[in-house]
């Protein structure tokens, strides 16, 4: 079976966009795209934990095959749009 498009190639624009996007959003507005994103696409978002518990220390954000982590959820995020940033090109435009 043939696809007219590749999967992996349109996975990966979309995760540009969404990566180009985050990067024009306020703290608050970025972290409600990414929940909301996380939901959506069955992605997952660990934040530390702040009780002072046993918990996690650190962020962790899986979204859209992509992985990163940081020292709060503000830098998780900021280290997966570089990281989504650096490894998908803008995609040329397609032509019909």
């Given at each position: 079976m043939s696809f007219p498009f590749d999967i992996a190639s349109t996975i990966a624009a979309q995760r540009r966009h969404l990566a180009d996007d985050l990067c024009?959003?306020?703290?608050?507005?970025?972290?409600?795209?990414?929940?909301?994103?996380?939901?959506?696409?069955?992605?997952?978002?660990?934040?530390p934990d702040t009780s002072g518990g046993w918990g996690p220390l650190y962020a962790e954000l899986h979204m859209m095959g992509?992985?990163?982590?940081?020292?709060?959820?503000?830098e998780a995020i900021a280290n997966w749009i570089k990281a989504a940033q650096r490894c998908t090109p803008i995609p040329p435009a397609r032509v019909a």
């Amino acid at each position: 079976m043939s696809f007219p498009f590749d999967i992996a190639s349109t996975i990966a624009a979309q995760r540009r966009h969404l990566a180009d996007d985050l990067c024009q959003l306020d703290a608050a507005t970025r972290m409600e795209k990414v929940t909301k994103t996380c939901i959506e696409t069955g992605g997952c978002l660990i934040l530390p934990d702040t009780s002072g518990g046993w918990g996690p220390l650190y962020a962790e954000l899986h979204m859209m095959g992509l992985y990163h982590s940081g020292n709060s959820a503000d830098e998780a995020i900021a280290n997966w749009i570089k990281a989504a940033q650096r490894c998908t090109p803008i995609p040329p435009a397609r032509v019909a």
